[in-house]
């Protein structure tokens, strides 16, 4: 698998509210809007090489700072760039720039090994004098523009790879073993294991007996520590519930944490409630997880090549 930088979905349920021993739990796994997202099965390659940019007017020392910003930026995408010249076999970014009138267009253009255009992304439009008088603060702004424009067009890239594979992700439910519930006291293990396979049957996916041959794994892991006491001066304690996604390779492909301050030794026993609401969620977060970590669900770009013989017909 390619693109495999370790990248952890932290996804608090943070208003738990223990009622009659029921939870109330809101709906905290909204998408938080990243335009960046880990490439995984399919993607294009195994790092992107981002040469020094040529022909932008740039000294050869901001030419080499720029480079080293904008690949620094990529790894906060969770993008295994490398700030060096483009190397057989790799994917690489070509930087330039476009004089419009009296602003400066960073252009931003995704090669493929074969040194053709994959895919080309403006930057934000700079006034020139600022780009002739670039400072070290100000290149760091520029790849932090560069960044996530670069990320978008590589997981269009890669989604367009993945629908054109049957075997895809975008063309099947994911794989997936659960390997249960560990930590919790109680019932918690069996309880909330049961919710969560129920839960989960009504998404997308499709959960395996065998861990072999699957494309993710979860795991879950229950801890509980003492806290402070509440406003009533009642004993508390803290529980933590991590659901941890693995990819077929165990790489960690993000992870769904559940926490709240509850009465201590209130789940001791039975769980109830308790276990259907927060594996409800889970469930949800879990297949959040694995559509933004595989790319399923993005919007595949058109390969150049294909576009070109559709014109030519």
């Known amino acids: 698998m390619l693109f495999t930088l370790r990248q ?22 909204s998408d938080p809007g990243a335009k960046a997202r ?41 993008i295994p760039a490398i700030a060096q010249p483009a190397r057989k076999g790799d994917w690489w970014l070509k930087v330039t720039t476009e004089q419009r009138n009296d602003m400066i267009v960073p252009l931003y253009t995704v090669m493929t090994p074969q040194n053709t255009v994959r895919a080309t992304q403006e930057g934000v439009p700079i006034p020139e004098e600022m780009w002739n008088e670039a400072t070290p603060e100000f290149l760091k702004q520029v790849a932090s523009d560069a960044a996530p424009r670069v990320s978008a067009v590589l997981s269009g890239i890669q989604a367009d790879q993945m629908n054109k594979d049957p075997n895809s992700l975008k063309h099947r439910p994911a794989r997936v073993y659960f390997s249960g519930v560990k930590g919790a006291p109680g019932d918690g293990n069996i309880s909330l294991a049961r919710a969560f396979v129920t839960y989960f049957h009504n998404t997308p996916d499709v959960l395996q007996n065998n861990p072999a041959d699957v494309d993710f794994t979860v795991n879950c892991h229950v801890t509980l520590t003492n806290a402070p006491a509440g406003t009533t001066s009642h004993p508390q304690q803290h529980i933590e519930i991590v659901w941890q996604v693995l990819d077929k390779n165990g790489k960690e492909a993000g992870a769904a944490t559940q926490l709240h301050d509850i009465d201590a030794h209130s789940l001791d026993n039975y769980w109830g409630d308790v276990a259907s609401a927060a594996a409800q969620e889970a469930a949800a977060a879990v297949d959040q997880i694995l559509s933004r970590y595989s790319g399923r669900d993005d919007a595949p770009l058109p390969d150049p090549a294909s576009k070109k013989k559709s014109s030519d017909k």
Do not use: K
Not at 11 to 21: D, E, K, N, T
Not at 40 to 54: F, H, K, T, Y
């Open 38 to 78: 880990q490439l995984a099965a399919n993607a294009p390659p195994s790092r992107l090489d981002v040469p020094q940019p040529e022909h932008t007017d740039l000294s050869p020392a901001n030419s080499a700072l720029l480079s080293q910003d904008i690949a620094e930026a990529l790894l906060q995408q969770t």
């Open 8 to 29: 952890t979905t932290l996804l608090p349920l943070s208003a738990l509210l223990m009622l009659g021993g029921c939870m109330h739990v809101p709906r905290p796994f």
